[in-house]
């Protein structure tokens, strides 16, 4: 997957998380916690569905990484490229 | 061989089946009775449904708020805000002798309402607001500390803390007297700042829902399956033996029997000192009216009572009942809206504490007769506090402790679990953890909330 399909991956997790939210504004470099209002559970849902969907490990140790979308991406990238997005 | 055995098909067993299936885990629900919601559940009778458990849901909050366990559990769950149907509600009000407090679903009611009746309190009540909503109730720092203590060092007015701690103690406190702050904090919130809801259906739309989702993720429930026992190797849960003799395995056990409950299954008569079940039981009476309740004078959704200006919340020691306070309900008071309308009959739910041992040590012969005459009697004690509707009543129905006992199977028939809660679920088994009342969290958010805090934290994040 390339950067930008993963951010669309993580827009459609979020969208799953957070059905009621429009996240077309949603500024890359600013926290989720703060945009979205995200606490300790939904950022959990974003690494069970990475693990669901794409069989990506995430170890507690490294959830700080998800903090943003860029932050997201940057991490997730050489975790993913491998994967072809179906 | 299963992912995780769940014990209790209440609000939070549900809730922890919903998350832990939604992550591809093989999950089974073991109900011991024959129907799914445990305390908050429903039956119907005399061609009429009726709910147990349920007077409001707690913790309201309107549509798109991101904010408080009601958004929380929503995401979590993936369900809609509108599924829940909630119609808040219309007016509740704490009630002693010459003085009333009435609050609603937003808190400058009830903050006029203190400055009007203890002036001098007024700027202190501002303070304590401040001190509560920045409690954490995921962190639960100072849980078990006095909620008394606290609210005497930011209160002068005895009757102020009393009239405080009424709502609260009633809608979920397991402890006689005194209550948690942590709880306290959670109970304050749940009640004052967020506010009461009901849907239109009840209970059954919240739970059939539950169940839908549940089962959709592949989910297995089965209903009259209790367990006998939990076969224990070492530090670990191994096996789950069925009362039909059937032997289920699974990594993971999560119980919403309750702690004392749960520590008897297992089979390792363990050393551990089982942990002082909870006390404290009610009677609920139904009464049906030929008419609304806004037809006898009564709108408001729920009136908690006193009848003296100190508050007593401890098991009846010397009767059946405890008729010096009480929760007057009408399901009818909530604003359902148009498409909706009034429900079809009118109903005044009525709430009193009542002793576990007395009713259950009570012959066949007095039961019947004694649930009669104790519905006459708190009813007769409510009326001092609302319009009396005696003369408008065309059905009753009354549950006791046997009832929530035949329910819940919890110890005591203990509503709220026991006092001291097991905040972190764990037990001595590796692989065993609890949900619901005795982890820590009550009331139908709460119950929701613990069984996916729980899941996610020791079934999800180590598998």
């Known amino acids: 997957m390339t950067p930008a399909e993963i951010r669309e991956e993580i827009i459609d997790i979020l969208s799953d998380i957070a059905p009621d939210e429009d996240l077309t504004n949603l500024d890359d470099d600013k926290s989720f916690r703060e945009q979205l209002e995200l606490d300790s559970m939904d950022f959990l849902d974003i690494v069970m569905e990475l693990r669901k969907r794409h069989r990506v490990q995430i170890p507690e140790a490294e959830y700080g990484n998800l903090a943003s979308m860029s932050s997201t991406v940057t991490y997730l990238e050489p975790k993913m490229k491998e994967i072809v997005r179906a | 061989m299963y992912d995780t055995i769940i014990i209790g098909a209440g609000m939070s067993g549900l809730a922890a089946g919903i998350r832990?299936?939604?992550?591809?885990?093989?999950?089974?629900?073991?109900?011991?009775?024959?129907?799914?919601?445990?305390?908050?559940?429903?039956?119907?009778?005399?061609?009429?449904?009726?709910?147990?458990?349920?007077?409001?849901?707690?913790?309201?909050?309107?549509?798109?708020?991101?904010?408080?366990?009601?958004?929380?559990?929503?995401?979590?769950?993936?369900?809609?805000?509108?599924?829940?149907?909630?119609?808040?509600?219309?007016?509740s009000a704490i009630a002693f002798p010459g003085i009333r407090l009435n609050f609603n679903n937003d808190i400058e009611l009830l903050r006029g309402e203190i400055a009007n009746a203890f002036p001098s309190e007024r700027d202190r009540f501002a303070v304590l607001l401040t001190k509560l909503v920045d409690y954490d109730d995921l962190k639960q720092e100072d849980f078990e500390r006095s909620a008394r203590q606290f609210l005497k060092e930011h209160l002068r007015d005895p009757l102020l803390i009393e009239m405080l701690l009424c709502p609260l103690m009633w809608y979920g406190n397991a402890r006689e007297n005194d209550m948690d702050f942590g709880q306290f904090c959670i109970m304050f919130r749940s009640i004052f700042l967020e506010g009461f809801a009901r849907p239109y259906q009840g209970v059954r739309l919240i739970l059939k829902h539950l169940v839908r989702k549940f089962r959709s993720l592949g989910g297995e429930l089965r209903l009259r399956s209790g367990v006998e026992s939990i076969h224990v190797e070492g530090d670990r849960a191994v096996s789950v033996l069925l009362e039909n003799g059937e032997v289920l395995q699974s990594r993971w056990i999560l119980s919403s029997a309750g702690s004392v409950e749960t520590l008897r299954l297992c089979d390792d008569l363990s050393s551990s000192l089982p942990p002082e079940p909870g006390c404290l039981s009610f009677i609920e009476s139904i009464s049906v009216l030929d008419c609304q309740p806004k037809h006898i004078g009564f709108d408001k959704t729920i009136v908690f009572f006193n009848d003296s200006e100190e508050f007593h919340w401890a098991r009846p020691k010397h009767e059946l009942c405890d008729l010096r306070t009480g929760v007057i309900c009408s399901p009818n008071n909530y604003d359902y809206g148009p498409s909706s309308g009034d429900l079809d009959e009118g109903f005044i739910r009525l709430t009193t504490l009542a002793n576990f041992d007395r009713w259950t040590q009570l012959p066949e012969s007095r039961y019947r007769a004694?649930?009669?005459?104790?519905?006459?009697?708190?009813?007769?004690?409510?009326?001092?506090?609302?319009?009396?509707?005696?003369?408008r009543v065309v059905a009753t129905d009354i549950f006791t402790p046997?009832?929530?006992?035949?329910?819940t199977f919890h110890d005591n028939g203990a509503v709220y679990g026991a006092p001291r809660k097991r905040l972190d679920g764990t037990t001595h088994l590796k692989n065993l953890f609890l949900c619901g009342t005795d982890q820590g969290y009550v009331g139908i958010v709460g119950a929701i909330v613990s069984g996916l805090s729980m899941a996610n934290q020791h079934c999800l994040r180590t598998s």
């Open chain 2, 20 to 91: 832990l299936a939604m992550y591809d885990q093989r999950v089974c629900i073991l109900e011991k009775h024959y129907t799914i919601g445990g305390l908050n559940s429903f039956y119907r009778t005399a061609g009429r449904n009726f709910d147990v458990g349920l007077h409001a849901l707690t913790n309201y909050t309107d549509k798109g708020a991101k904010r408080g366990p009601l958004a929380r559990l929503l995401r979590q769950l993936r369900l809609k805000w509108e599924d829940f149907q909630l119609a808040p509600q219309l007016g």
């Open chain 2, 370 to 391: 004694e649930k009669m005459r104790w519905y006459e009697q708190s009813v007769a004690s409510a009326v001092r506090f609302m319009p009396d509707f005696r003369n």
């Open chain 2, 402 to 407: 046997r009832t929530i006992r035949r329910f």
